[in-house]
């Protein structure tokens, strides 16, 4: 990624102004004010990019602060060598979640994943075929008869998760990503480990103690380390100042019935044919409307 990315910017001459962090960004007298730590920028249309997965999400538990164990968000994870031998909890089995275990037994560690909600999982590919792919033709679809055709097919590749612990939520997975705005979690290998035990499901987490954590059902467990897989804010609201278009996660609200003239969101609507595809859509889409903005001036 970080290869393709790099060579993007070298394909299109484009210069990244790193370490650079917008402060703010309003509308003035007609063109887009952005004020960074060291310069203002102005311009006719401002395009934000920043992604739904700007700002980390660290909840605190009644009794964290007497905790003798490392607790790292899954921003700050690289990798599971740090972690070979111990006993780790994951909390959250979102797709960061899961791959984190995943890549933490990949490593030589004895992970557990505390599992507070109802989920939806998928496989990465079904009969060889992405998921995105087959999720782009269904995509055709009303998300419930979607899901209602796929519903076979994934109790077939799946089985009863209830059987290890997780509880499934009461409609399909594209209905999720259309109500909710949230992604499925993507199976790339973390449930066959479930499964087998290898990765062990606890519920969610009650409090802290001083070597670990007592969850919800009363089992107190001992663990060297703690990785919090628990999600993002896009944080729009932190330097966007546009008042009535944010949630309370600082996600663009979806009911709004339009966007000041000049302001572009990309990348900040979750999809079932993959965020990467959907962005590049995005993207195009953006250019074209700017082009005619400005033919028309």
Do not use: K
């Amino acid at each position: 990624m970080i290869e393709y990315l790099e060579s993007y910017a070298r394909t299109f001459t484009l210069e990244p102004r790193f370490n650079e962090e917008v402060a703010a960004a309003s509308r003035r007298n007609g063109r887009w004010e952005v004020q960074t730590g060291t310069t203002t920028y102005r311009a006719r249309h401002l395009v934000v990019a920043t992604g739904l997965n700007r700002e980390p999400i660290v909840p605190q538990w009644p009794g964290q602060e007497s905790c003798r164990r490392p607790v790292v968000h899954s921003c700050d994870y690289r990798n599971g060598s740090a972690y070979a031998g111990r006993r780790v909890l994951v909390v959250g089995i979102g797709n960061s979640g899961a791959e984190i275990a995943l890549d933490l037994h990949e490593h030589g560690a004895h992970p557990t994943i505390a599992v507070r909600s109802p989920i939806n999982v998928l496989p990465r590919d079904i009969l060889g075929v992405p998921v995105a792919v087959t999720a782009r033709l269904f995509g055709l679809l009303p998300p419930a008869v979607a899901d209602a055709i796929n519903a076979p097919l994934r109790r077939l590749l799946l089985g009863d998760l209830r059987r290890f612990g997780l509880r499934p939520l009461p409609y399909g997975p594209l209905t999720q990503i259309a109500r909710t705005g949230s992604i499925p979690l993507i199976d790339v290998g973390t449930m066959a480990l479930i499964r087998t035990g290898r990765i062990a499901i606890r519920p969610g987490i009650d409090h802290f103690v001083e070597n670990g954590v007592v969850f919800t059902d009363g089992l107190r467990e001992a663990f060297d380390a703690v990785v919090l897989a628990t999600g993002y804010r896009a944080g729009l609201d932190r330097f966007l100042d546009v008042e009535g278009v944010f949630d309370e996660r600082g996600n663009p609200r979806r009911d709004v019935p339009s966007w000041p003239e000049g302001l572009h969101l990309c990348g900040f609507r979750a999809v079932a044919s993959g965020l990467l595809h959907h962005i590049g859509r995005e993207a195009r889409q953006i250019a074209v409307r700017i082009q005619v903005s400005g033919s028309e001036s």
